[in-house]
């Protein structure tokens, strides 16, 4: 079914369409998360009617408030339920939404940042506290004591390999959350997909099925070793 001859002419829709997005930004700045996002070709359908609108309030404006991944209640809320009272640790934070909104669910959570990537640590409006930590340093500082690493959306280096080898020696029965994309995607290096275990946890795959993802981006959430 082509989903943008059936909504592009429909002012109706696309109207609905916009008012969603704009009052899901709007609730998530005030730190409320949406239930989820709407299923089938919604996201698809909001890139092709409103593409300039896409790009300059949902990926620049959205990626610069909270973060890159997708925030709703459907995922969030299933994996902080899973987590449990399991402590953990979240590196390269930026915003600190995701441990923000795990907190919201009970988790017991501590957000780092060195804010290397901006150089603005004071700058960055955050939703939590956020200590200033380089990754690497803040994995040594508190690694020993958490069960779990959040790792989202890690820059196309060799930081999110050296910190899954940092995590190993640390504490061997630490796992990394980690969100991004597959090798050759947008984040991470070769090393890191190389040497990452990919832990098959029903329960944990159970709680972030409803993860949605942008237009064109192909990002996952995985629990590696």
Known sequence: MNYYEMYHKNPK??????????????????????KSYPQGPMLQDFYLI????????????YIKSFGFPLFAEDWVKPLAQWI?????LEIMAGTGYFSYALKQYGCNIKATDNYSWSGKFDNISKFIEVENLDCIDAIKKYGKDVKFIICSWPYMDDYAYRCLMTMREVNLKCR????????????????FFETMEVCKVQGFLDAVKNYRR????????????
């Open 176 to 191: 990394m959350i980690y969100i991004g994309e597959d090798m050759g995607g947008c984040t991470a290096n070769d090393k």
């Open 13 to 34: 829709y696309q109207r609905e369409l916009y008012d969603f997005y704009e009052k899901t930004y709007k609730d998530l700045k005030n730190g409320i998360l949406p």
């Open 50 to 61: 409103y593409p300039a609108f896409t790009y300059k309030f949902w990926r620049t404006e």
């Open 84 to 88: 449990g009272d399991r402590p953990c």
């Open 214 to 225: 942008w237009e064109g981006i192909y990002d996952f959430v995985a629990l590696v070793k």
